[in-house]
Nanobody, 120 residues
């Protein structure tokens, strides 16, 4: 099994910053794409940003210029640095990891989610 542990959410004022972390552990042979998604009340889950094992980055238009995704392969951890936060960024943020198991299976796992609230 693979576990994803997220941290770093919270309440922040508009214009503020937060850094989310997601650490993967368990029966991992290698990790491919790591990403962050978010889901606001009444809305579908959407991609915020992702990074491949080769370092290719992908951002939602809403995140470009304000959010930065990065990964530490030695720690199996992905980060999301969020700046210039807006009330519309309020959502539960989930990490998603695509990985290959020791047995050769390619699977996806979701983190438990961390609440980000942007409000004055």
């Amino acid at each position: 099994q693979v576990q994803l542990v997220e941290s770093g959410g919270g309440l922040v004022q508009p214009g503020g910053s937060l850094r989310l972390s997601c650490a993967a552990s368990g029966s991992i042979f290698s990790i491919y794409t790591m990403g962050w998604y978010r889901q606001a009340p009444g809305k579908q889950r959407e991609l915020v940003a992702s990074v491949t094992s080769g370092g290719r980055l992908n951002y939602a238009d809403s995140a470009k210029g304000r959010f930065t995704i990065s990964r530490d392969n030695a720690k199996n951890t992905v980060y999301l640095q969020m700046s210039s936060l807006k009330p519309e960024d309020t959502a539960v943020y989930y990490c998603n990891v695509e990985y290959r198991t020791i047995n050769g299976l390619v699977l996806h796992n979701w983190g438990q989610g961390t609440q980000v609230t942007v409000s004055s």
